[in-house]
């Protein structure tokens, strides 16, 4: 059965602090590893990795993707109280109908 | 570019009786996805469109749970007759290719619905 596996559930830091978050997939015909942020309302897309070992990164946030042991990781550098939220990482599948095997997130706070 | 729509964004209702939701997909997107999001999980797909044909709908409970997309655009999610544990946010995604290369799923704010 396809599952993806989110680490830690949640997470309390200090602004400026760094953080990692961890995905770990098996997903058969893995195609995509996608990575999403939610706040109070929809989920807002970060990144799509398919390449393992290259780093994609949007300001203060970078993932990337070891398909070898499957798993991806989630940086956040100098984490401001703006990076509060859930944290999903899904796992895209092959094929024509892109079905994204979710994790449960992982909810992270950070204080002042 | 307009995002997703959907609506209403909250309802509570009795358990036994029926609700339906709406969603609008950004203009030109062909794939239109609801998922179901119970507070502390992820969202779990319950129905795929691709323009007004079902590609997925494994996960929908059938007896209770119905979706159509007449015209290959709006799209309406409904329940009837709803349970306890349909207590949820229903959101509504689109994206503009079935393709996994593109990945990206445009999300609407969700509709709550509270069972009681």
């Known amino acids: 059965e396809d599952k993806v596996v989110q680490s830690p559930l949640s997470l309390v830091v200090h602004e400026g602090d760094t953080v990692t978050l961890n995905c770990s997939y098996e997903?058969?015909?893995?195609?995509?590893l996608l990575w999403y942020k939610q706040e109070k309302k929809a989920p807002t897309f970060l990144f799509m990795l398919?390449?393992s070992g290259i780093e994609k990164k949007s300001g203060r946030l970078s993932s990337i993707l070891d398909k070898k042991e499957l798993f991806s990781i989630l940086n956040i550098t100098a984490t401001q109280t703006g990076d509060s939220a859930i944290y999903l990482c899904?796992?895209?599948?092959?094929?024509?109908?892109?079905?994204?095997?979710w994790g449960l997130g992982t909810s992270l706070a950070v204080n002042p | 570019e307009a995002g997703v729509a959907q609506s209403p964004r909250y309802k509570i209702i009795e358990k036994r009786q029926s609700v339906a939701f709406w969603c609008n997909p950004i203009?030109?997107?062909?794939?239109l996805y609801w998922y179901q999001q119970i507070l502390g999980q992820g969202p779990k797909l319950l129905i795929q469109f691709q323009n007004n044909g079902v590609v997925d709908d494994s996960q929908l409970p059938k007896d209770r749970f119905s979706a159509e997309r007449l015209k290959g655009v709006d799209s309406t999610l409904k329940i009837q007759p709803a349970k306890l544990e349909d207590s949820a946010v229903y959101l509504c995604?689109?994206?503009?290719?079935?393709?996994?290369?593109?990945?990206?799923?445009?999300f609407g704010e969700g509709s709550r619905l509270t069972v009681l």
């Open positions: 899904a796992g895209g599948k092959a094929g024509n109908n892109r079905k994204l095997i």
């Open positions: 995604a689109s994206s503009l290719s079935y393709t996994v290369a593109t990945g990206e799923l445009f």
């Open positions: 997903v058969t015909n893995f195609r995509s």
């Open positions: 203009s030109g997107h062909a794939t």
């Open positions: 398919t390449s």
